[in-house]
């Protein structure tokens, strides 16, 4: 597994396609604000051509934001390797954590970025009602029968 940056990949694959296929658009849309995910820096992970997973972060005056995180391979490591990298990147960047925000129904993603280290800071109620304005085809209840309503920001303070 070989683990690069967007920019360098960029040239070699559709990232904006890859963004559709598996978020069902470009756009991530948080009570923040609206983000082009094939715009926004990032890394990748490639083995034998394929795309087996991506982070996509953004800068902020105090930490790194991250937008979005997708492995195609569960139970592999990618995931975790790619917020190694990340979280290496923040350090040499000299900013104290990394912080991201998830819906309250998602679970999974809960329980991931959990067990590595990250813990639940705020909590933006009625942040996807907002969000939804701004993209109101995000589902209202999600496949595991939680209504969407919230946000969760998690952080995780780096050594």
Known sequence: MHYLTLEEIRKDYDIPHLFKQHWGSVEMVTSKGIYHIDHLKG????????????????????????????????????????????????????????????TNDNIHSLLFYQKRGYRITDIVRDGVIKARQRKPNIPMIAENGIPICDELVLTKVLD
Not at 83 to 101: D, F, P
């Open 43 to 102: 890394y990748a992970a490639v083995e034998e051509g394929e795309i087996k997973g991506f982070l996509t972060y953004t800068v902020e005056s105090d930490h790194v934001e991250i937008i979005s995180l997708d492995s195609f391979e569960e139970k592999k490591g990618i995931g975790t390797e790619l917020l190694r990298i990340l979280e290496n990147h923040t350090k040499m960047l000299r900013l104290a954590s990394t912080q991201l925000i998830t």
